[in-house]
């Protein structure tokens, strides 16, 4: 067993997100997922490469990705130009992306990541933007993937979609720190209102550069690639092993190789790519057919204007009320603003954090929706209430006009007399579930107070049904 404790991970990351612009990067076709029409019906003889046709820049693209340098406090450049990045793949037509090189939108940011040991500074090398590749379907290999695949197909819906490459200095230290540095920067892409940011749909795709060094430090070992992961969680377990692979490769004493992996998450395999083009392989070039973009100080203000509170900023805040792990549970689901104002309005930090990150995620409540006064209440009179009733009104949290008053103790209707036909009526109307929960099946008694709730139009005091219902079964 390789002796983690002496080695540290040095990871970098590498994040491509689609910006859901209305139309594609240099021409006008439609952009984006479920566009529809089938395969190949969105396209143009721009983004199809066609000999002649020239490229116009997409306004809103450029804008929404200054907009994210700002908000990773980036610099903005004075002059950013379009380069081209010459390679050849079937799913690119042209024989080369229009991508950025040396002067691209965004460069020297940082975002902050919060760790068990403090706050962490994450570099960002750059931020740039360029158009999407054409979308390859491998067709009777293994998991779709080309080796072994009996054909190739193209889609070229998504090609010369925007895509911003966003490149994170080697400075986070951990899977989980790898993690957190995704979770809130998708976050903040959703709240910027510029993508969707689902990985499970390809709008954000994450490759990781792993390497390790012996512990304190500050050389750089040779690096490898891991890419096609699908979510936060794999990208986190591909680190795990690919760091634990490095670790038994340098402690038998021989050299890494520089090497490009596919993890694949269910089972925990890597497995070895194509090797790394350097820079010179792509013979990068200013693009003729675009003039260099000169975003003006008025358009870098109005967009640094729009920026809300961001969540690495917001996290700070809620971090000094909670643990880490509920924090971010809170900020990076965008659950932090109905939690605060639920505090403001008289919950319990912990409580509040916990029901709202279980319950009301569980119940999917919209949490813009939901009254943080009107959630107060209930979290306060919690124990009062019981399980079932809770969970129910948690569920009816969203419903215009919701009242947490008939689910509280002191103002619902408790008294017996009340109450005591509602329940007789729904025993005698559900005779099989009575036999069945006197049977053993224990876990109808929500059933039944549930019915009695609606009964009385969510006004009875749950607690005393549920008493009554109970009494009356072991009856
Ligand atoms: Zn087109």
Redesign the pocket.
């Known amino acids: 067993m390789a002796a983690a404790g002496a080695w540290e991970p040095v990871i970098g990351l590498e994040i491509h997100v689609q910006l859901k612009t209305r139309t594609?990067m240099?021409?006008?076709?439609a952009s984006g997922y479920g566009v529809g029409g089938g395969e190949n019906t969105?396209?143009?003889?721009?983004?199809?490469g066609f000999p002649g046709a020239l490229p116009v820049p997409n306004r809103q693209a450029i804008d929404w990705t200054i907009k994210l340098g700002l908000a990773l406090d980036c610099e903005i450049a004075s002059r950013a130009v379009f380069s081209r990045k010459n390679y050849f793949y079937p799913d690119l037509s042209k024989g080369y992306q229009i991508s950025q090189y040396d002067l691209p939108f965004c460069r020297n940011g940082t975002m902050i990541v919060p760790t068990e040991h403090g706050d962490h500074r994450v570099g960002i090398v750059r931020a740039h933007l360029e158009e999407d590749a054409a979308k390859t379907v491998h067709v009777g290999g293994a998991r779709g993937r080309i080796g072994g695949a009996e054909i190739s197909l193209v889609d070229f819906n998504r090609?010369?979609t925007p895509l911003v490459e966003i490149v994170t200095a080697p400075d986070i230290g951990s899977s989980d720190e790898a993690k957190r540095f995704l979770q809130l920067l998708r976050q903040t892409i959703v709240e910027l209102g510029i993508s969707d940011a689902e990985m499970e749909k390809g709008t954000l795709r994450v490759d990781a550069n792993v390497s390790i060094r012996p512990k304190g430090s500050t050389e750089l070992r040779t690096r490898c690639e891991l890419k096609n992961m699908n979510s936060f969680s794999y990208v986190a377990r591909g680190i795990d092993a690919e760091v634990a692979r490095q670790i038994g490769v340098w402690e038998s004493g021989k050299e890494l190789r520089q090497e490009t992996f596919d993890f694949d998450g269910a089972s925990g395999t890597l497995t070895p790519r194509r090797s790394k083009e350097e820079a010179d392989d792509y013979r990068y070039f200013p693009e003729p057919d675009l003039v260099p973009i000169e975003p003006s100080a008025e358009l870098i203000a109005r967009l640094r204007a729009e920026l809300p509170e961001l969540p690495a900023t917001r996290i700070r805040r809620v971090e000094q009320a909670l643990d880490l792990e509920q924090s971010m549970v809170l900020v990076s689901g965008g659950l932090d603003r109905l939690w605060e104002a639920t505090v403001a309005a008289g919950a319990g930090g912990k409580a509040a954090a916990n029901v709202i990150a279980n319950n009301l995620v569980g119940a999917r409540v919209d949490p813009s929706a939901v009254s943080p006064g009107e959630l107060a209440a209930l979290i306060s009179a919690r124990d009062r209430i019981p399980r079932q009733a809770f969970d129910q009104a948690i569920g009816k949290l969203a419903e215009p006009g919701f009242s947490a008053a008939p689910y509280l103790a002191d103002e619902a209707v408790s008294d017996e007399a009340l109450l005591e036909p509602i329940v007789d009526a729904i025993l005698a109307a559900n005779a099989a579930q009575v036999e069945a929960y006197r049977g053993g099946k224990t876990g109808l008694l929500g059933f039944f107070v549930g019915q009695v709730m609606k009964e009385t139009g969510g006004k009875a005091n749950a607690r005393a049904v549920n008493d009554l219902v109970t009494k009356k079964l072991a009856g």
């Open positions: 594609k240099f021409c006008r076709c969105q396209t143009c003889p721009v983004c199809l090609g010369g």
